[in-house]
């Protein structure tokens, strides 16, 4: 999952960050709403999260900006403004969920992982389906009945491919996934990464498709 997050105190901004890189979710941080619409404008976010009061453009000018513009990413409002009026207005101006500060990272992470389920026409939270069955509520990965452990890029790799399974996925959706703007990508890392993957379940999972990207095949549609 690739979050835009938009918050201008920069304590709270570094502290979201951490806790969602932590999460295996790729978190692009920006701190002025100009910046975030144009990031909006650009595409490539699952979800954003939104401050409300932030520098050179309010929070809800940016909501309104963005679906006036038909931007259909997720929009999760966090914000100290806690009155009812706060949150009916940013809803019916086209937020997708309100959660106020103070707020505990383990509910703003359910209620991500509850926004994309919803944006991407999920229903159920595991991803997959046998033999390779992947839980994003506990990073927990089922193989065979067997549990599988993975290191967060491992784990954030493998849930974009299963979720366009049998799909061919390109290098750069796969980047975006993986890594926020201001994260060290080298040439080859995502080769590494399905080299492990591979390594870890069968070599015939994950399809190279030469110059394009990977695609992911369970076995049952392998033959
Ligand atoms: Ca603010």
């Given at each position: 999952m690739r979050v835009l997050l938009v918050e201008d105190d920069p304590l709270l901004g570094e502290g979201i960050q951490t806790s969602l890189r932590l999460a295996a979710i790729a978190a692009d941080w920006l701190q002025d709403g100009v910046a975030a619409l144009a990031a909006l404008r650009a595409g490539g976010f699952d979800v954003a999260i939104l401050d409300l009061?932030?520098?050179?453009?309010d929070g809800l000018s940016v909501i309104r900006a963005a679906r006036s513009e038909s931007i259909s990413t997720p929009l999760l409002v966090l914000t100290a403004r806690d009155r009812v009026s706060d949150r009916v207005q940013a809803l019916d101006l086209g937020a997708d969920d309100y959660l106020c500060k103070p707020f505990d990272p383990s509910e703003l992470l359910a209620r991500l992982r509850a926004l994309h389920r919803r944006h991407s026409g999920q229903v159920q939270t595991i991803v997959g389906r046998e033999p390779l069955l992947l839980d994003p509520t506990n990073f927990s990965v089922r193989w065979h009945g067997r549990p599988v452990d993975l290191p967060r890029r491992e784990f954030a790799l493998l849930r974009a491919l299963l979720e366009q399974e049998g799909r061919i996925v390109s290098r750069d959706a796969l980047q975006q996934k993986l890594y926020g703007w201001d994260e060290d990508v080298t040439g080859n890392s995502l080769e590494v990464h399905v080299h492990h993957l591979r390594r870890k379940f069968d070599p015939a999972l994950i399809r190279t498709v030469r110059g394009v990207g990977y695609s992911l095949i369970l076995p049952a549609d392998a033959a």
């Open positions: 009061g932030l520098p050179r453009l």
